[in-house]
T-cell receptor
């Protein structure tokens, strides 16, 4: 299995809702990432987990809460989002985090709309 | 400060013509550079990385430290090369930063 799987593919939520995005990989990768991609813009790094520990938080608002319950799973918990948070949320994984020449494997993303 | 610059948002060529997608970077350390590609309705995927000095799908990219560039080249473009191409820089602590992207369209 060489894929990163993200669910759901689409999500519509209100500003008072709580929802979660899920990401799964079974490639034995020890680094997992959340990226945010607005329309016609490049992906922007949000969080990096290395060996199930949060290693990078790119000053992301606390309404986004990541979680890495085990080496195969990565969640992003959403609460009290704003309409400007509407975007494609990409999960990615790699063998290691800081290793040289690491290739990232991306999921197909969750398209989030906040109403 | 912007680390990766892709000056062309759109690039159009005809099938069989050479194509060059430009990428310039700004980084004081030893850079790791990559090209990622996103075909229509497909996920973002790695095309090539500078350390490997590889040729993938006929594309090559050479790191020029003097000019701080990592341009992507292919001598004969194909219609299936039409896609969004991102140049990306990996910083020493692991963060991967993408350029703004170039949409390549190869006309028949």
């Amino acid at each position: 299995d060489t894929e990163v799987t993200q669910t759901p593919k689409h999500l519509v939520m209100g500003m008072t809702n709580k929802k979660s995005l899920k990401c799964e990989q079974h490639m034995g990768h020890r680094a997992m990432y959340w990226y945010k991609q607005k329309a016609k813009k490049p992906p922007e790094l949000m969080f990096v987990y290395s060996y199930e520990k949060l290693s990078i938080n790119e000053s992301v608002p606390s309404r986004f809460s990541p979680e890495c319950p085990n080496s195969s799973l990565l969640n992003l918990h959403l609460h009290a989002l704003q309409p400007e948070d509407s975007a494609l949320y990409l999960c990615a994984s790699s063998q290691e985090w800081v290793a040289t020449n690491e290739k990232l494997f991306f999921g197909s993303g969750t398209q989030l709309s906040v109403l | 400060a912007q680390r990766v610059t892709q000056p062309e948002k759109l690039l159009s060529v005809f099938k069989g013509a050479p194509v060059e997608l430009k990428c310039n970077y700004s980084y004081s350390g030893s850079p790791e550079l990559f090209w990622y590609v996103q075909y229509s309705r497909q996920r973002l995927q790695l095309l090539l990385r500078h350390i490997s000095r590889e040729s993938i799908k006929g594309f090559t990219a050479d790191l020029n430290k003097g000019e701080t560039s990592f341009h992507l080249k292919k001598p004969f473009a194909q219609e299936e090369d039409s896609a969004m191409y991102y140049c990306a820089l990996k910083e020493s602590y692991g963060k991967l930063t993408f350029g703004q992207g170039t949409i390549l369209t190869v006309h028949p």
